[in-house]
């Protein structure tokens, strides 16, 4: 029996493993500003559409904007920034305190980003399901986060965000005419 195992079968193989982004040695609750990208599943352009450099957004992305605005009423100590919904991605800056707490006071411990972001995307994800008529609606796994350390960084973050629907047809994340 044991030499069943001998030469593992291909499905028994190990996969690739991703590798993360975060910084391993960095805590995602300390206070401070961080810049978060999020894309579609597939980058499939179900948020808005984008015409003459302006955002027109779909029901989804009407979904999308109004969880990004309750992000403070779920989260006291948070605070949001510059945001954007774009086609198939949406950009934005979240600042967290020193009074950061869920808003559930049984819940004592700190959210880290990832906690916020697993709740935005869950809120948002089942509001698209049900409210916009998109079962099949989802988001890439994970985010991408940037810890913004200095005021300068902010200040050229919080125009890319503002500039990102006058970029979009260059944009390579862009299928060229397969959106709304």
Same mark, same amino acid.
């Given at each position: ?34 810049? &978060? ?12 559409? &984008? ?16 969880v990004w605005d309750s992000l ?17 991605? &949406?950009?934005? !800056? ?6 950061l707490r869920y808003n559930k ?22 509001? &698209? ?31 890319? !965000? ?19």
């Amino acid at each position: 029996m044991a030499d069943m195992y001998r030469g593992k079968p291909h499905f028994m193989r190990e996969l690739p493993q991703r590798t993360s982004l975060r910084l391993k040695d960095r805590d995602y609750s300390v206070p401070g500003f961080y810049y &978060i990208t999020i894309c579609t599943l597939n980058k499939i352009e179900w948020l808005s559409s &984008i015409v003459n450099d302006e955002l027109c957004l779909s029901p989804a992305g009407s979904i999308v904007q109004s969880v990004w605005d309750s992000l403070p009423n779920r989260f006291p100590g948070l605070y949001i920034d510059g945001f954007v919904v774009m086609p198939n991605h &949406i950009h934005g !800056i979240i600042l967290l305190t020193e009074h950061l707490r869920y808003n559930k006071p049984e819940l004592v411990m700190k959210p880290t980003m990832s906690r916020i972001i697993d709740a935005y995307k869950g809120a948002a994800t089942y509001l &698209i399901r049900r409210n916009a008529g998109i079962p099949e609606f989802s988001w890439q796994k994970s985010a991408h986060i940037v810890i913004v350390h200095k005021e300068r960084a902010l200040h050229i973050t919080c125009r890319y !965000i503002a500039k990102n629907p006058e970029r979009w047809l260059a944009d390579r994340f862009h299928s060229r005419g397969t959106g709304l």
